[in-house]
């Protein structure tokens, strides 16, 4: 939503999404809200997994929990590197903050990464953002196999 005033030029953006493993969805239903300052060089989000996420690997119960509802938030550094008309993509790098540990990560704040593709609709500053994001202690401690998102967004 683009604000007047002390914040012209932000975006909230709110969306929502799924959780992945390496090679298959995790079932975890992401509900997301960012805002992104300095035309989208800064995000701050906050990430709601709503749904538990199983583990899909053979050996593993399939009712296995790999992790629980809980809430994630990032702070990042944005760049744009591609702008196409109406197509951005931008990269991502930044902190993480999760508020459980679990089979997928052992540490509460990790690194955080995004890459994500921004569609102008040309509607009065209408976007919609694909983007695909990854947390990960980079195995500061063992037992790191991170989170991944895809998560779909809207700025109105």
């Not at 989208?40 to 509802?69: K, M």
Request: net charge neutral.
């Amino acid at each position: 939503m683009r604000a007047s005033g002390p914040c012209e030029h932000c975006d909230l953006l709110i969306g929502a999404g799924d959780t992945f493993g390496h090679n298959a969805w995790t079932d975890g239903l992401v509900l997301a809200g960012m805002l992104e300052l300095d035309d989208s060089r800064w995000e701050l989000g906050a990430f709601r997994f709503a749904t538990a996420q199983i583990v899909p690997i053979s050996g593993v119960p399939r009712d296995y929990r790999a992790a629980d509802p809980y809430w994630g938030f990032t702070a990042m550094r944005r760049w744009q590197v591609l702008h196409r008309q109406r197509a951005r993509l931008y990269l991502g790098f930044g902190a993480n903050y999760r508020t459980e540990t679990d089979y997928l990560e052992s540490t509460n704040w990790n690194f955080a990464y995004v890459l994500a593709v921004r569609v102008d609709l040309g509607k009065r500053g209408s976007l919609v953002e694909l983007g695909v994001r990854h947390w990960s202690d980079a195995w500061i401690r063992s037992g790191n196999r991170g989170q991944n998102l895809l998560t779909l967004s809207f700025a109105f």
